[in-house]
């Protein structure tokens, strides 16, 4: 499985961005999908995650109510990550990643066997 992440930029605090991540190869293997940052100088963190069929999707609490992470029906096998209300504390580069599990945490990087790129998310004050 390969993922593509796009859509980071630079915005100011309050603005919004659309991340898009699309998954190509063996996706049927996939359940679920998700979304981790990385600041400098700080460790991965889990942002959200869907499940491959959009029924289900989990928050952070730092995102909750300003994130919203979908499937996309109308793009095959894309993943996106709406942002909203942003804030400098979001400013990192954000990584799509997809598991071929439903055993595992989903907060937990070690769960997600593929991984994008990454794209840089710039918030200014």
Not at 20 to 44: D, I, V
Not at 57 to 82: C, E, G, H, P
Not at 110 to 121: A, I, N
Request: aromatic residues 10%.
């Amino acid at each position: 499985v390969q993922l593509q992440a796009s859509g980071g930029g630079l915005v100011q605090a309050g603005g919004s961005l659309r991340l898009s991540c699309a998954a190509s190869g063996r996706t049927s293997s996939l359940y679920a999908m998700g979304w981790f940052r990385q600041a400098p100088g700080k460790e991965r963190e889990f942002v959200a995650t869907v499940k491959w069929t959009g029924a289900t999707t989990y928050n952070a609490d730092s995102v909750k109510d300003r994130f919203t992470i979908t499937r996309d029906n109308n793009a095959k096998n894309t993943m996106s990550l709406q942002m909203n209300s942003l804030k400098p504390e979001d400013t990192a580069v954000y990584y799509c990643a997809a598991r071929p599990s439903g055993r595992d945490s989903v907060t937990d990087s070690r769960s997600y066997d593929y991984w994008g790129q990454g794209t840089q998310v710039t918030v200014s004050s």
